[in-house]
């Protein structure tokens, strides 16, 4: 039997640890708390929630699915009965605003439940992670009435919220939505169709609050006319509630999260779902922005999460199974023999790295929206989570896939069988590299928007990590390659900024492979910040993984050239 | 609608060239054979029947899979007869004996249509593969009256084969394998259970030859006590035939290749599955061994033929999705954006040089078997199949992972989605890198067993790569770094060599990343061999995939030291 999901409070703690003090900020009021007893005992909560109750649920779920019926859609067995728990618990609340019946608490403590809930079963734990981005939109962008109406039920979960901005032929290009909003009264009709829509209906709560993306009739072409609404799944009404006009008409059969219903919308079968407008017209890509970073950000723990469990189910499976014999010819557990030992700890330094990473935003977002902030360091730390967001999003899910597929490795035959949960992982962690904005469009993002057009964060971010590795013990296998990969990242973005007319060009070309050299690197850097009893692991990052650091600066260093001149 | 599998005559025609008249060995007389037109429309034949009947069944086949039912295991649908028509059109018998019915062609031609096959559907590829295996043990080993009855029905595909190796205890390491086999007259009757049986059983054929792994009562521990059995699912009796006593109990649920039933059988519930022995009793394991090389340079061939078809589909997918918008405003198809061209000349550059790789070790092979080789060329010859074969293994399966992987990513959701060819090929893609042998145990074979026992071959194949470098126009970009990496590798090497006892230690710990860093150059060489109008392509390798090499040789320099020392 495989044991369950544990989360690994331990290195939880470490990174916590880590990013409220190491990563060059004071550390926000808040965090102080974080690192105290009672965020303790909160996150043993959520460790024994996700051992107890999701966790269990993760391979039963995928293997049953959510599905269709004529009355809606079906989540798997489990999942409903899980998200009662879940809210009973006030995990959706956990930091969300209190004015709104939220319990206010930190992100970094947030992004460690975050990383539990989607290392135990990601299916589920992506309907609350929604919801934060709902509430954040709300809260900074909806008027009185409908944050009244709406906050308060988001943030209890008793109305889970649901994303509805793809359509068919809009997918990374949002220019080309084409849902319409007519206005009626003080509302708006809409119609159109949505794909992609994670949780976007079932039967978890009475009601689905839907963030919708569409065009009003005045609305100029392109991003700019876009408008965000609010669009509930039911209605008030005089007797209670009726149905709005919109419903899934089909799921989508997925490689994985299978238990999470992702659906395609119809909207104004019969008329037009009723909505209201959140912000201004036209500003619904803006919206959007505000909690992009949440989301990405997300993205990135729920990565971890998936590769933390990647790493418990292979070190499990990896002292139980025995193939070989010792020099005494006595059966060795095959976590002895020396390449799953390589592929274990290749594991564990990676998963560790993008803990660090990504909890390092969390806390930077804490302090950039900290009440006690002063405004420069609000200012630099708003530049870090600028820098980290597409950072994150992108290394950790692309570091969830090559864990999980280690994972499998480990594991042999047994590890392509459905049973085996570590074959589901691997399935799971392939929609982060393309969900929330494909991983190239979190590098464009770094490279040509938060590299070279905000100068400082860069600035910044190479000097901490020059810092962390001048203040490692001399001789650290980490010091010499960190300088000297900090070196050759700035001289070439130095370079790149001479380019003139031609940068776009070259980032088009190389900002993802230049997003995997700024990844390992900061990889290393977390490793270099760590605390000195997991030295061991830190040569090992030194030694097997910062060296493809020179494979990605020279890739890099070829610039657009040969892209756009080779025949496909 | 996906366009089904087209089979890429060209470049296969054109790596068929470079693995006969330029890998270092006088081309073969029949190579010239291969090369003719005779061949192409052989070529041309596979590629119709994968394009009209195999592709067509493999998405189909993906969601329906095989089933157990109390009458035994039924193929998907369309399988039994899409192996009718490939046992009609000869293909089975292809490269088999002519003595036995075969049409006796050489590998470097079978080996292309084994690339057709995988690429248009591994799950049904499989089952013809395992034949082969099965067809050249009997042959080498078995005697007169085995051979008489089997061969010719094993030939023709009217009897499929099965190899019945694996037990529950025992997968990488078959010291453990149970299975007993107790001598009756002039057979065996044998009991245990088997798993991990591809095609073990299935409605396609009205036998079934099982070559099976056991232990006769007087065996001694150990590899060395094991013995190989012919065991047919039915046996000839009085009025026609009866069933042996050997049947599927359960068919494993898999990530991929679900169309390929993965039994578990038992043998020997009532009273023992008769058997006969093929070879030497205590042999078993060596007659295995004579298949090796064919069974593992097949598992290249069908990944490069998933990379090919994730690359098509890629393509394809690319060619006809619009998003974004050109300076003009029009929009654009995806493949005119860098980073999707980036990720398609990665897909073409890495199959291309998996399948000049894998065609190269199927024309040594030839070459050592021919019948008019000297000597002198045979020893060579079977010294470069020695080294190719785990190479081609390892790194073609690993490069199917990725270009799989890169295929997906080009998809975007649509990628992530059942429906979508490219996503299965993902999943099937994985069990590459875990079966006939782990590319761990490749890597083991490469660097412990064909470089370090066996010197001259691994001498020989640098002095071919710097003779390919040198015969490079001056400054063509592979020129500079594949001599570089031919001089690295030699000179690990020697000091491998130089490390006495703690060599065994050194290439438990980094035979895996020796074997991506001699992969990578070894593509590299393909590359430098490749017909000038290929140089853009030669090149984008140079700049976007040889950097790597410096990456796996930097880990490779590391050594055991931190493997063994570091705390899991």
New interface residues.
Partial sequence: MTAPYEAPLALIRAAQEQAARRLGFAPAAEHEEVLGDTSAAVLEGAARLARDVLSPLNRSGDAQGAQLSAGGVIAARGFAEGWRRFCADGWPSLAAPAEWGGQGLPLLLAAATTEIWGGANLAFAMLPETAVGAIEVLRVHGDEPLRSAYLPRLVSGEWPAAMSL?EP?A???L??VRTLARPEGDAWLLSGRKI?ISWGEHDLAENIVHLVLARTPDAPPGVRGLSLFLVPRRLPHADGWIANDLRAVSL?????IRASPTCAMVLGEAGGARGWLIGARHQGLACMFTVMNHMRIGVGLHSTGLAERARQLA?GYAAER????DAHGA?RPI?E???V??M??SM?VLTHAARCLAYGAAAALDVAHGAGTQPHTRARALRRVGLLTPLVKAWASDTA?EVS?LG??VH??T?????CEA?QI??DA??G???EG???IQ??DLLGRKILREEAGFAELLEQMEQAAAALPPGAPLQAPLRSECAALRAWVQQLRAAGTRQG?IV??????FLQWLGVVAGAWQWALAAPELA??A??YA??IL?????????VA?G?D???????
């Fill in positions: 793809t032929q997918g990374s290009d220019s080309t992609f989508e059969h997925k490689m994985g070190h025995r193939q070989g014999r059966q976590i023999h020396a390449d030992r390589r274990l700890l564990n896939v597929s499998v490795q042999g035959g590890g392509y069988v459905d049973d074959s691997y399935r392939r929609i590299p393309v969900f494909t991983n190239f590098a464009q060009e088009a070309a190389i900002a993802y492979p061991d692991q040569e090992f030694l097997h060296p493809r650091a020179r494979a990605h600066a020279a890739t070829a657009s040969i892209i756009g001149r080779a025949r496909l």
